[in-house]
T-cell receptor
Framework: AQSVTQPDIHITVSEGASLELRCNYS??????LFWYVQSPGQGLQLLLK??????LVQGIKGFEAEFKRSQSSFNLRKPSVHWSDAAEYFC??????????FGQGTRLTINP | GAVVSQHPSRVICKSGTSVKIECRSL??????MFWYRQFPKQSLMLMAT?????????EQGVEKDKFLINHASLTLSTLTVTSAHPEDSSFYIC?????????????FGPGTRLTVL
């Protein structure tokens, strides 16, 4: 069965610092991978996605993620975080029939 | 971009009552919608797939008689929590696939916070 693991429940970084959020997946075939962001009281917004091709994908708000098949990982990165990036981040894998399986989420706190 | 709305955004009810949550795709048609449940500080768990014109498909462990789903039109799906109890208190989120975006890409509603007293 498909599964997604986000090892870090909570991460705190200083504004302007770089960020990496980890995501590991388990899936039998070529995965469709997603990163979503959830701000308090709001729905999930797609940051970026990987279906095929270039393993480094660019997303909105300056985020990028790299698909590494050998490590079953799809880590999210941003070179310099802004206070507005504070939110909950979810990694997800497409599980067939357009379903999504989500990781546990990583809560990002930004120190001024 | 496409928008998915949910109503109400927040509801408080007494134990034993039923609560209906609406999910609408505002500017596109959705033959399929998904309902998720999210407990505080936890991930989204898929509850069921709502199919326009046919029965919903429930995930393992989800009581279909407890969580009634009706997909009456191409823009509306409803989730009714019947005989709600405090353990049903949660954040319920719906989504609809963005067909042009590829498999698994979905538009999410803002969620409905249900509190059962």
């Amino acid at each position: 069965a498909q599964s997604v693991t986000q090892p870090d429940i909570h991460i705190t970084v200083s504004e302007g610092a770089s960020l990496e959020l980890r995501c590991n997946y388990s899936y039998g075939a070529t995965p469709y991978l997603f990163w979503y962001v959830q701000s308090p009281g709001q729905g999930l917004q797609l940051l970026l996605k990987y279906f095929s091709g270039d393993t480094l994908v660019q997303g909105i708000k300056g985020f990028e993620a790299e698909f590494k098949r050998s490590q079953s990982s799809f880590n999210l990165r941003k070179p310099s975080v802004h206070w507005s990036d504070a939110a909950e981040y979810f990694c997800a894998v497409g599980a067939g029939a357009q379903k999504l399986v989500f990781g546990q989420g990583t809560r990002l706190t930004i120190n001024p | 971009g496409a928008v998915v709305s949910q109503h109400p955004s927040r509801v408080i009810c007494k134990s034993g009552t039923s609560v209906k949550i609406e999910c609408r795709s505002l500017d596109f048609q959705a033959t399929t919608m998904f309902w998720y449940r999210q407990f505080p500080k936890q991930s989204l768990m898929l509850m069921a797939t709502s199919n326009e014109g046919s029965k919903a498909t429930y995930e393992q462990g989800v009581e279909k008689d407890k969580f009634l789903i009706n997909h009456a039109s191409l823009t509306l799906s409803t989730l009714t929590v019947t005989s709600a109890h405090p353990e049903d208190s949660s954040f319920y989120i719906c989504s609809a696939p963005r067909l042009a975006g590829g498999p698994g890409e979905q538009f999410f509603g803002p969620g409905t916070r249900l509190t059962v007293l």
